[in-house]
């Protein structure tokens, strides 16, 4: 037909670069100069012109730390209100009981919140952020009673960033999941971006026997029903990517590119 009908569906707005939070596996407290941001009048524009483009959809919202972003939590309220279905993927650290009775009226379709380790001691040194493990652990706990008081029933997805420091922490992590009452995990393999994922933090060769046991029994507690979102086949490959092995030509060509839109801070859009 000569005409492109391609049309993405997966779409992440990335509305700051700032975090609160010390990551030893990320760059974006390190970087000496910030994106200047979009304001939140020029993000309602952006996401009302996605909507005229590929009709209803929705859009995880990330960052840096979203919410110390000015007007933020307002504009995920605008969401709602234009029929735009919007989560969040934040640390944690600003879901005081303020924060959340907004967040709520918003109706996210999905609150991710990265926790590191069923521990204060391993998710603070990970996450370089002092008191935030018990800071979130509360911040969920306010959460669940706003969600609850006002009949919804998004889920609360906590999303830890897996590495040599907290692998062995992940069976335990998916029950202290159960015992705050948050939805599911989802794991997260780390890439080596910082300098600390190369000198400390990748899995490797001689922890891999060891992953594999971890790997065996977070595939075992899925299949008995424990709330892991991850599917069996990317929980089989975690020792694949810790070993950074390609994947196969068989499951070529890879769509990524056509149907996730990354939009940044400034603008800018990536695939």
Known sequence: TDHDWTKPISFYGLVNEQCNAKCRYCEAWRLKQYKTEMTIEEWQRALLNIRDFVGEY????????????????????????????????TNGSPLT???????????????????DAPNAEIHDYLRG???????????????????EKRGHDFPIIIKPTVNVKNFRYL?????WVKSIGATCISLQPMDRISPETYSELWIEKENHSELQKVVDKLLAMKSKGEPILNSELVISLLVAHFREEKA????????????NIFIQANGYVRV
């Open 129 to 147: 952020y002092p008191g935030l493990f018990e800071k979130l652990s509360r911040g969920i706990q306010y959460l669940l009673e706003e969600r």
């Open 58 to 89: 929705s859009i995880n919202f990330s960052g840096g730390e979203p919410f110390i972003k000015p007007g933020f939590i307002d504009l995920m309220v605008w969401c709602r209100r234009n029929n735009i279905q919007c989560g969040v993927t």
């Open 97 to 115: 009981r303020k924060n959340i009775k907004k967040i709520v009226e918003a109706e996210p379709f999905n609150i991710n919140i990265s926790v």
């Open 171 to 175: 069976p335990d992590l998916v029950d």
């Open 248 to 259: 196969p030509l068989g499951v070529m060509p890879c769509r990524v590119g056509m149907r």
